[in-house]
């Protein structure tokens, strides 16, 4: 709208108020006059007119209101004049015309100034609210300033980064209202935790507290993730709602509602999230989120100058510590040779006890006559702005010659008009002693002094030609320890490191004089059995070298229980080359280890044959997947008491183009061991999920499907993210999916284990142990994570109720399960005697073949249309 289009659409109005009240007296004059003339006579026509000059007054202000009382009081005077002689009035009627013309302008004029009184102070009022409200967003404004310049103060001030973040915390909270502040970072897992750093304005946090300490996310889930993920602030409107916000019942628990993640970052470096939450439920404040991020920006910037600072400081005291504290030589010289500044190691190097001894005296008379004049050339290729290293001998000034191995760069200043060479210079003179140390290393491991793998086939190799020589017999043995990784995992590869010394000093303990203990790498070792008469010998051998693990072995405190497996392979039986032999003895100790470890096994040519299949299955798995060989079948799982089918156990089959149905037992194993299981795992997840989501859709809304974790799959850091997206893309609630894991798996890394199955059941996911029973004796682990079924293993189940110890264990692990809150599937149940104890002593559903074997997806559909049960009669 232009100006003038903006002045008429004020004018207009102003106009009507101006001409309205004078129309509407004459419009009511002229109603009068026609109602007079046809002869009906209003009562009181002045009242009328009194009320229209009224009101023109108070409409149209104090102009219109005269208007209209002076055309009023014409025709009032009109009106009372004597008929035939307008104006002209007898006494009583005077006295009316005159009252009428003094009091009616008098009432039009008060109430005009009135009217007009009213507008003004209705427009200071308006005027005063803009006032305020502008006072109040500067005021507002001011108080942010205040807040970030307060900030920058006292986060410089902090002596590190958590009470930085403190003081962030505790401010931010008090200057909006919020009731909780806490912060986030990333750790060496690759996952965002909790850390100390927090402040809260009221009661009831401690159990949200200390459910954020014990949590950690992974990019993408919950709160901090989603933040962490996307570098953006994330505003959460109710965090009791919110899907991906997995501590969602202790909030509400707290009287959390609202949640704000913002990113801590510095230049391209991601530092933390500031999360704060109020207690009721609010809309996107950008203006809140502004305010919070030009902190989490100031506090980004601070860490960025302050490490800068820091760097700064660090180079400036590495530099110093170099020249006061370096325990080489550092010095400085002209371009002449003239020494101008050493520090002490260097003085000490050629045997000075002060500087001035050598300060403002040329290097070069301390070296051998031979090595000056390339001294010469080296620091004039240094000064040319070469970099460069030289080596010469030198005799100190009390006489002791050394050798010395110097690298120098040029020096940008200038002193005396002289450019400068800096120069580090370092002993060498134990170099010799050094490299004869070094070709002893070569051949022998320096974690345990044993031969290494060059020095083994050295001493294997002579040892096979001594066997030829006497016609004796030799023995090559490759002994791995069984479960090393889990014992390096759990305790520690340094505590790993003591366990391999303590097992060379009993392996070397138990050998003959002339045989060789080596250690290859890692856990394995080889030994050389020379000189044996008959094979005897080396079963003996094998035997006392399996004794010395029956006792264990004391590391750190712990006491390890551990065991090995043993291949042996024959010289010259089964090969005339030293590689061969040790491959081998490879082979067979792979045999031992499938053929339940801590035992040995001779080779046997068959094994090559074995382990040839064996690279041939690895090769065709690697590419099942991609190939659709892989289906799923299902196993139903039914409820004891009412006998319906509650839900089913999703199991993997290998159809291969050659070979046939691959026995699950073969396969899964060697998936686990080469890593394939991750993609095959996710595949199941997800198939299991769509097929469960189908059937779910087909009316059978209250089923659920339960999938098995390997241990690769549950260590996997990203495995609670990678669940939460198969469950948001398949469309299946996370309470009708169930995993079921081992006792051994979760014993694995315990502390890692029980953030991630607490995570799943955050998500709302049932937590299974499989094959209950059969792994760790220890059962504090079911009061620790957060474990919802116990699956009876089917070698308690096979024997019931015959065998009276399987039926006493199931009783009593069904019978602890329920005092701790926990439900029981009894698996492999395949008779009516056996379903018949269970429901005696309460367990709540079974699988097995009594109901049904697994079945493809069709049958399966089959079985639920069909309305198969148990029979609980």
Request: contains cysteine.
């Amino acid at each position: 709208m232009t100006t003038t289009e903006q002045d008429l659409h004020t004018v207009k109005p102003d106009l009507w108020r101006s001409i309205g009240g004078p129309l509407l007296a004459i419009i009511a004059i002229l109603f009068l006059e026609i109602l007079a003339r046809t002869g009906y006579r209003i009562p009181n026509p002045p009242a009328i007119l009194l009320i229209v000059v009224a009101f023109s007054a108070f409409h149209g202000g104090t102009r219109s209101g005269l208007i209209s009382a002076v055309l009023s009081w014409f025709y009032f005077a009109h009106h009372f004049s004597i008929p035939g002689q307008p104006f002209q009035y007898s006494g009583e009627n005077f006295v009316r015309v005159m009252m009428w013309a003094v009091t009616t302008p008098a009432m039009a004029l008060m109430i005009g100034l009135l009217q007009r009184r009213t507008e003004r102070v209705h427009e200071l009022s308006s005027a005063n609210v803009a006032l305020e409200t502008q006072i109040a967003e500067r005021k507002r404004a001011e108080q942010e300033v205040r807040l970030l310049q307060t900030l920058t103060l006292a986060v410089s001030d902090a002596e590190d980064l958590h009470s930085a973040l403190e003081v962030v915390l505790r401010k931010v909270c008090e200057s909006t209202g919020w009731l909780l502040g806490q912060a986030w970072m990333p750790n060496e897992a690759g996952r965002i935790e909790c850390v100390p750093a927090w402040h809260g304005e009221a009661r009831g946090l401690q159990r949200f507290r200390k459910t954020s300490l014990d949590m950690t996310f992974s990019p993408g889930t919950g709160l901090p993730g989603r933040v962490w993920k996307s570098k953006q602030p994330v505003w959460v409107k109710d965090v009791s709602v919110e899907s991906n916000f997995p501590r969602a019942g202790v909030a509400i628990e707290a009287g959390l509602k609202a949640g704000l993640g913002i990113p801590v970052t510095a230049g391209s470096e991601f530092i933390a999230v500031l999360e704060f939450f109020v207690g009721e439920p609010r809309k996107e404040d950008e203006h809140l989120i502004g305010i919070v991020s030009s902190v989490a920006t100031q506090l980004g910037s601070m860490i960025q100058r302050k490490r800068a600072e820091q760097a700064l400081r660090r180079s400036e005291n590495q530099l110093r510590a170099i020249i006061d504290a370096e325990p080489e030589c550092v010095k400085v010289v002209r371009a002449d040779g003239t020494l101008v500044q050493m520090n002490a190691a260097g003085l000490a190097m050629i045997e000075a006890s002060r500087p001035e001894q050598v300060i403002g005296k040329s290097i070069m008379q301390l070296m051998a006559p031979e090595y000056r004049e390339a001294y010469r050339a080296f620091i004039g290729n240094i000064l040319r702005g070469n970099k460069g290293m030289m080596e010469f001998e030198i005799t100190g000034l009390k006489g002791t010659h050394r050798w010395m191995e110097t690298h120098a760069v040029p020096l940008a200043g200038e002193q005396g008009g002289q450019p400068l060479v800096l120069s580090i210079t370092r002993d060498i003179t134990e170099r010799k002693q050094t490299e004869r140390r070094l070709k002893q290393l070569a051949h022998f491991d320096s974690l345990t002094d044993l031969p290494n793998r060059v020095q083994f086939i050295e001493r294997l190799e002579q040892a096979m030609v001594d066997a030829d020589r006497h016609e004796r017999l030799l023995g090559v043995v490759f002994l791995d320890l069984d479960r090393f990784k889990y014992i390096n995992d759990s305790l520690g590869h340094g505590k790993g490191d003591i366990l391999l010394r303590e097992v060379a000093l009993r392996l070397s303990g138990v050998v003959r004089r002339g045989d060789t203990v080596a250690r290859l790498s890692g856990d394995e070792f080889a030994l050389v059995l020379a000189d044996m008469g008959h094979v005897d010998d080396a079963i003996h051998v094998a035997q006392k070298i399996l004794d010395v693990f029956h006792q264990p072995f004391r590391v750190a405190g712990h006491d390890l229980s551990v065991t090995a497996s043993l291949g042996i392979t024959l010289y010259p039986f089964d090969d005339r080359g030293a590689d061969d032999l040790l491959r081998n003895a490879d082979v067979a100790m792979y045999r031992a280890k499938e053929s339940g470890k801590n035992n040995y096994q001779f080779y046997v040519a068959e094994m090559t044959t074995i382990v040839s299949e064996r690279l041939t299955l690895e090769n065709d798995l690697r590419s099942a997947l991609e190939r659709g060989e892989f289906s799923l079948n299902y196993q139903p799982i039914a409820d004891c008491r009412s006998g319906a089918i509650v839900g089913m156990e999703a199991l993997l089959r290998w159809k291969h183009p050659e070979r046939g149905m691959i026995s699950p037992a073969l396969f899964i194993p060697l998936a686990e061991e080469t890593g394939y299981i991750i993609p095959i795992g996710e595949w199941v997840l997800r198939t299991a999920c769509e097929q469960c989501r189908r059937w779910q859709k087909m009316g059978f809304a209250s089923l659920y499907v339960a999938v098995n974790l390997s241990s690769r799959q549950f260590h996997q850091k990203d495995l609670t993210a990678s669940i939460h997206r198969v469950l948001q893309e398949t469309g299946l609630d996370p309470t009708r999916l169930g995993l079921e894991i081992t006792e051994g798996l979760i014993m694995q890394q315990a502390e890692a284990s029980v953030n991630t199955l607490r995570e799943l059941k955050a998500m709302g996911i049932r937590i299974s142990i499989d094959d209950f029973g059969t792994g760790y004796s220890s059962l504090s682990y079911l009061k620790r994570f957060p474990i919802d079924v116990l699956k009876i293993d089917q070698s308690f189940v096979r024997d019931i109720p015959k065998d009276e110890d399987d039926a006493a264990i199931a009783s009593t692990i069904i019978t602890m399960a329920h005092s701790l809150g926990l439900k029981v599937v009894a698996e492999g149940v395949e008779t009516v005697d056996q379903l018949k104890f269970m429901r005696q002593h309460g367990c709540d559903a079974m699988q097995g073949y009594y109901l049904s074997k697994p079945l493809p997806p069709e049958q399966f559909a089959e079985l639920l249309k069909n309305g198969t049960r148990l029979d609980v009669a």
